[in-house]
């Protein structure tokens, strides 16, 4: 059986993403509206980092777990953007066992990363608001490196059983998958044979992990709200509340779509809704972070003036000089 079960896998060596099937007309017009969004999204969190690495008024705990997430913003996008991208483009819209594979693994690696991350966040800023005499203390940058380092590398664990265990299922045909990207949904859909057991340890696995990070977040900005009605003055309670609207904002953006998608019955959402649910979690997210997080920002605000402003008085003032 398990010989059966290789040979029916190796018969199938790439997969059809069909993304949005379309005139070519309107295929174009596609590429040129997610290449925008792509594009803005690279900037803006590339900004956020940059200014966040040069600016060392941000060499706080609260920013640098910031800078490292527009960091995982952009390897989370780059990881299934750029294909879609191409496909738009392409006629055969194929991609091999192994890169599709991959790009599971690394997508939702990425996105297990941004669930720990936003986690990390609450708990930051929960210090902060709920323990500030003790926040000095507590949030050292022993402590705070090994959460960045905790933050990017335990999705990458995780994610591990997931995919090898769909990758071992067989695939005999056919090989299309209704989507815009190697989404273990559609692919489990492809599987010769139903495995009840892969499919439960990957429906577990999501519940457990997207809803034990929201409920730890939720709780952790619950006691924030708690401290921040108790505060003594106005503009405290307004710096507070700014602070942590934007953060809500982002995990309600982030763990609202994919919970829609992974953790309801999202296997039994029509397929142009999923296709629409996933863009919003794996494009939409990504490009809004920067706008959430730099516009409602002050400091971060006056840091990207300071560090970009700089770099072009730098630039004018050198072709100034090659002019001359």
């Known amino acids: 059986m ?24 309107r295929q174009l017009l596609y590429f040129g509206l997610f290449f925008v969004t ?12 940059c200014a966040v690495r040069a600016d060392r008024r941000l060499h706080t705990p609260m920013y640098i777990l910031l800078g490292n997430f527009s960091l995982l913003e952009i390897c989370y996008v780059t990881s299934t953007v750029p294909n879609m991208l191409a496909n738009f483009l392409s ?37 902060a608001i709920c323990r500030p005499l003790h926040y000095p203390r507590i949030m050292t940058r022993q402590l705070c490196t090994g959460l960045v380092v905790f933050g990017w590398s ?8 997931p995919v090898v265990l769909i990758s071992r299922l067989p695939f005999c045909g056919p090989n299309i998958i209704n989507h815009f990207m190697c989404d273990p949904v559609p692919l489990m859909m492809l599987s010769c044979a139903e495995d009840t057991t892969t499919q439960s340890i990957y429906s ?17 900005y619950a006691l924030v709200i708690l401290a921040v009605v108790r505060m003594p003055t106005a503009a405290g309670k307004h710096k507070a509340f700014s602070t942590c609207a934007s953060h809500l904002a982002m995990v309600f953006l982030f763990f609202g779509s994919i919970m829609l998608m992974y953790v309801s019955p999202g296997s039994r959402h029509p397929v142009e809704v999923q ?27 006056a840091a990207l003036r300071r560090v970009f402003g700089t770099e072009i008085l730098f630039i004018k003032h050198k072709s100034n000089i090659v002019v001359i």
């Not at 577990?204 to 952790?220: P, V, W």
């Open 154 to 161: 335990c999705g990458f664990i995780l994610f591990i059983t």
């Open 275 to 301: 296709k629409i649910i996933t863009l919003f979690y794996s494009v939409i997210t990504p490009l809004c972070n920067p706008l959430i997080y730099s516009l409602r920002n002050k400091e971060m605000k």
């Open 38 to 49: 792509y594009t803005l999204t690279l900037t803006g969190n590339a900004a956020i980092a």
């Open 91 to 127: 006629t055969s819209k194929s991609i091999s066992f192994v890169s599709c594979f991959a790009q599971f693994y690394f997508f939702f690696s990425f996105g297990c990363d941004e669930g720990f991350f936003l986690c990390i966040m609450a708990f930051d800023r929960y210090l």
């Open 2 to 25: 398990n010989v059966s079960n290789q040979e029916h896998k190796l018969s199938v060596s790439h997969f059809i993403l069909m993304g949005f099937p379309s005139s070519p007309q």
């Open 204 to 220: 577990a696995f999501n519940a457990f992990f997207m809803i034990g990070t929201f409920l730890f977040i939720l709780c952790s």
